[in-house]
């Protein structure tokens, strides 16, 4: 009995002694702010078109084709599933379409520039049109793909013209709202957000005109400008009130000097200015994807003969991802292969994740779309 109770203690000391290098290894891998982009697979979509903006969520992705006015709905494995063409004039017409999203139920969500919105059934046709309560100025509208999201029962989103202002009023981004809370069903809306005083755009100064994105975090709203290396946090259970300004701490991020005037331009003239495109969030952390810009020092030594020459920039600037934990703070920088063109969406940091092929980059002519599975893991 007690060389059989002898042998059986010896095997569980073995065993524990065996595992524990293992588990250790996993929790130090897991508390790691260290990461690694990597390409699981590459799936190819029966459909040629120009891609703009798209969504992807619990197994469909939406896509907009903007030369061909179309919606087209894939599955995860790149099945196209239905397709719709919007006429783009006449009665009935839908252009110029620059956000796709699928609500909390499941439900695609388009709108345009000066609105209105649509919601769309699963065959994505119009199930309903919702109206905003004012008129959205001639190219005031939405700027940026990654402009509305949906918070408790409203729609959030980037849309001027609220009192007649639009982003080219005197001090716009200074003194004025910058977002709307819009419900649904009552079809009437709120003004929400203002410029933090940690952005430079809040000081009255001339810059260049940024997009303006945000995302949702539980009640958070995480707000950015496209060439500010800032995200800007606001709590939405008290009325958009601003918490913090977390400084994305880039190694490099080109941001062009305060201009002598509002007609000044340096955009694609001196420099390329740093781009935050988008920022994925969940709970306690979120992932920045930017790109690091093009100094005037570098961009004058380069001839570009534009729009030839576009894929020559996609070679001086290089696009990260950066991860930040509310405990851990920033991870390394996490760089993108130049062929990963458009992130679409992020529906956790540790699920596989979408973006576009960039075929014009690589000089590949298909018939088809390609996009890329990435995941983001833990070194």
């Known amino acids: 009995m007690k060389k059989n109770y002898l042998l059986f203690s010896c095997s569980i000391l073995l065993a524990f002694s065996c595992s524990a290098p293992k588990n250790n290894e996993e929790n130090q891998s897991l508390n790691s702010i260290v990461w690694e982009l990597q390409i699981l697979d590459s799936i190819q979509v029966d459909y040629l078109g120009n891609i703009s903006t798209g969504d992807f969520s619990e197994g469909i992705g939406l896509i907009y084709d903007y030369t061909a006015n179309t919606i087209v709905k894939i599955d995860y494995d790149g099945k196209v599933l239905t397709t719709q063409t919007f006429p783009k004039d006449g009665p009935n017409s839908i252009s110029f379409i620059s956000t796709i999203k699928i609500d909390p139920e499941g439900n695609p969500l388009i709108s345009n520039h000066h609105g209105p919105f649509y919601k769309l059934n699963g065959d994505l046709t119009i199930q309903r049109e919702i109206e905003m309560p004012f008129t959205s100025p001639p190219m005031g509208g939405l700027m940026d793909d990654k402009s509305l999201e949906f918070w408790q029962e409203n729609i959030l989103l980037y849309y001027t013209g609220r009192d007649d202002v639009g982003p080219f009023t005197e001090n716009y981004l200074k003194e004025y709202f910058l977002l709307e809370k819009l419900n649904p069903t009552t079809g009437e809306s709120s003004p929400l957000i203002r410029t933090p005083e940690t952005s430079k755009f809040s000081t009255g100064k001339f810059y260049e005109r940024p997009s303006i994105s945000f995302t949702i975090s539980e009640n958070d709203l995480l707000l950015y400008f496209n060439n500010e290396p800032k995200i800007h946090r606001f709590n939405l259970l008290d009325s958009g009130s601003f918490i913090e300004t977390i400084d994305l701490k880039p190694t490099k991020f080109i941001e062009a000097p305060e201009l002598k005037d509002k007609y000044e331009n340096y955009n694609y003239e001196k420099l390329v200015e740093g ?91 298909q018939d088809y779309l390609t996009f890329y599975k990435l995941q983001l893991v833990q070194k």
């Open 275 to 365: 781009n935050v495109f988008g920022v994925f969030a969940e709970e306690n952390q979120f992932v920045v994807h930017y790109s690091e810009g093009i100094s005037e020092e570098i961009y004058s030594t380069q001839e570009f003969d534009f729009p030839k020459d576009f894929p020559k920039l996609i070679d001086l600037n290089q696009s990260y991802l950066k991860v930040y934990n509310s405990e851990k703070g920033w991870s390394n920088e996490i760089p993108i292969p130049k062929k990963v063109y458009k992130i679409f969406a992020m529906e956790g940091l540790n699920q596989p994740f979408f973006a576009l092929r960039n075929d014009e980059y690589l000089g590949e002519e």
